[in-house]
């Protein structure tokens, strides 16, 4: 019990001060760096403490329905993780893309299909990743 408390009081601690840092940080000059070396401080911090709390035990062989739920388990974060990850870079790449199309139709525009098909390239990252995930859930 005492070990979930401190667990949520450092999670809690490691969300609040980089906060606290960035708002106080907005009034110096260096202020970004602080608030980056505050963050990264306190999320390592966080891994360790919760490395410490969480897996200071006994080690136990798994029995055969354990580990088919670990396997279980291990295919949604991989789902998870390949379509969230393969979001976040097409959205990266749709920013990148789309603004240098409006840019560039501004300018021509004659030059609409070739910037439209740069944004659905960019956008299709996005559907690879989902396919992924559904691959390895099927």
Known sequence: MITKILLVAVLICSILFPIGAFLLGKKKEGGFKAALACNLFFFFGTLV????????????????????????????????????????????????????????????SSIMGKALIFVALAESIALYGLLISFSILG
């Open 49 to 108: 403490v919760a490395d410490i709390l969480l897996f200071s035990g006994k080690v136990q062989a798994a029995s055969g329905e354990t580990a088919a739920v670990a396997v279980e388990g291990w295919r949604y974060l991989a789902a998870a993780l390949s379509t969230g990850l393969s979001c976040i870079g097409a959205g990266i790449a749709v920013a990148s893309a789309a603004s240098a199309a409006l840019g560039a139709l501004s300018e021509d």
